[in-house]
């Protein structure tokens, strides 16, 4: 098929979606349940890294080692900028990638080994005190934010090789997004539960970081290991370092430039949202870490529960439409924490975590089997695999919202006037640092939710964009 023809049919795909089934009609071919249980695992290590950092590491800060909260921000937010770097270098190394085990999992097994290091390091491991700290911690998050990269971005970009159709995408993507939830529960619940077990402070972070480290560890091993029988894409050969013309071929991919818009306002609420929460139950609610525990014990099962539903809501609405009622039921959900305070129930903390867990479970599925769609698109334009690219862009979204949210949160509250503690005290905290806390908490998480809506409701790429039969695969 020539680049025109793909073009055209892109085009016209655009134009009347309902044309848009597998060039040869073929029937899904779904991984076996194996491969999707091997993909699916492998999101648990990710999540269990990146929640460990990104929610325990401003919590580690203000209440243990006694750093300002700007401080730490600031060593986020650089972190997650070199970090974009790193994604664009590995997307597109991944997709030259030749070797026995396939394009993406060489890098999957490199990624699972530093990702380990990183967060003994972190946690775990002796620091210095004083301005050395600093500086260990911005190297600590250096190193995180490279195995992070070497495991997601591959990782990301699987989905287009293993699967064709839309059908297809759906099932193994909804494994994904429910070990979303495991990942997650895992890394909030059961570390708040060592962090109080291990008496909490130097000690019970400790204990927390070896334990975390080793479960991300093994679930990510565990995904090399069972994406072993995955089709694979043979390398391609004409992919070659990002440049500028490649930069303005991917800009003219509107669907991806929707979805990336869209995707960096999610990502920068809950850059803001999920660190936020943990010192909102601490100061504001008065839960403890308690609260952490049944936070993310209920807001994780609803993801993991809500899978099968949204899995057949997004066949018969539409991801598009699926996404933007997902994104609808987070954005009350989050405002509801404006009218909470220190007499709140549990109960009222697991409706609420919930309703959350439910809507960004949908919108996690949604999105992202909807990037495996614009890598398609992708390549009828263009004639090109550069899947790996593409996921690394994605990936780069990520870590810019996680970047902006985290600076948000720490200027915000030194503005508001948030002191710093050690030992893992909890100090009452003043008027304008609690007023802060819930202004982040709400307000400012609900505004990029409402935008992303805005941006993705501009999404006009079809369901399925399903690969002819040519387009390079091999059965492993």
């Not at 089934?21 to 029937?27: I, K, Q, T, V």
């Not at 301005?131 to 495991?151: D, K």
């Not at 992303?452 to 964009?465: K, N, T, V, W």
Request: glycine share 10%; hydrophobic share 50%.
């Amino acid at each position: 098929m020539t680049a025109r023809t793909d073009t055209a049919m892109a085009e016209t795909a655009m134009a009347d979606p309902a044309i848009l089934s597998s060039p040869a009609g073929a029937s899904p071919h779904y991984p076996p349940l194996s491969v999707c249980l091997g993909f699916g695992v492998g999101t648990a290590g990710v999540s269990i890294v990146l929640n460990s950092i990104s929610v325990y590491f401003p919590a580690l800060m203000a209440t243990v080692l006694g750093v300002s909260p700007a401080v730490s921000g600031t060593l986020m937010m650089l972190s997650k900028i070199y970090d974009g770097f790193a994604d664009l270098a590995i997307g597109g190394a991944s997709d030259r990638t030749h070797s026995r085990w396939g394009r993406r999992r060489p890098w999957l097994l490199a990624g699972a080994f530093v990702s380990f290091a990183s967060l003994l390091m972190i946690f775990a491991l002796p620091r210095p005190g004083g301005p050395l700290l600093i500086l260990y911690m911005a190297i600590a998050l250096v190193i995180y934010s490279t195995g992070y990269s070497m495991f997601n971005v591959p990782y990301l970009a699987m989905p287009a090789d293993i699967t064709r159709t839309t059908p297809e995408r759906l099932r193994l993507i909804s494994f994904r997004t429910a070990f979303v939830g495991v990942g997650q529960m895992t890394a909030l619940a059961l570390s708040a539960w060592l962090i109080g077990a291990g008496g909490g402070g130097v000690a019970g972070y400790r204990l927390m970081g070896i334990v975390m480290a080793l479960l991300a560890l093994g679930t990510m091993l565990a995904s090399f290991l069972g994406t072993a029988g995955a089709r694979t894409v043979a390398r391609a050969a004409t992919i070659h370092r990002l440049r500028w013309a490649d930069v303005r071929s991917l800009a003219g991919n509107r669907p991806l430039v929707l979805l990336l818009g869209a995707k960096l306002t999610q990502y920068i609420a809950f850059g803001i949202f999920q660190p936020t929460n943990l010192l909102f139950l601490l100061n504001v609610l008065r839960l403890g870490y308690t609260g952490m525990i049944n936070l993310a014990v209920a807001q994780n099962l609803a993801i993991f529960v809500s899978m099968p539903v949204w899995t057949r809501v997004g066949r018969v609405i539409g991801k598009r439409n699926a996404y933007l009622l997902a994104v609808s039921i987070m954005i009350p959900t989050a405002l509801s924490w404006w009218w909470t305070d220190a007499t709140i129930t549990l109960g009222s903390v697991w409706w609420r975590a919930a309703v959350m867990g439910t809507g960004s479970g949908g919108a996690l599925l949604m999105s992202t089997s909807m990037l495996q769609d614009t890598m398609d698109h992708d390549r009828l334009r263009t004639g090109q695999r550069r899947e790996g690219v593409i996921a690394s862009l994605y990936s780069v979204n990520e870590k810019l919202g996680f970047a902006a949210g985290a600076a948000l949160l720490g200027y915000s509250l030194s503005l508001g006037g948030y002191i710093p503690t050690t030992g893992g005290r909890i100090i009452t905290q003043g008027a304008s640092a609690i007023h802060a806390l819930y202004v982040i908490e709400t307000i400012v998480p609900t505004a990029f939710l409402l935008l992303g809506m805005l941006l993705i409701s501009q999404y006009r790429l079809a369901d399925e964009l399903a690969a002819p039969a040519a387009a390079g695969y091999d059965e492993a």
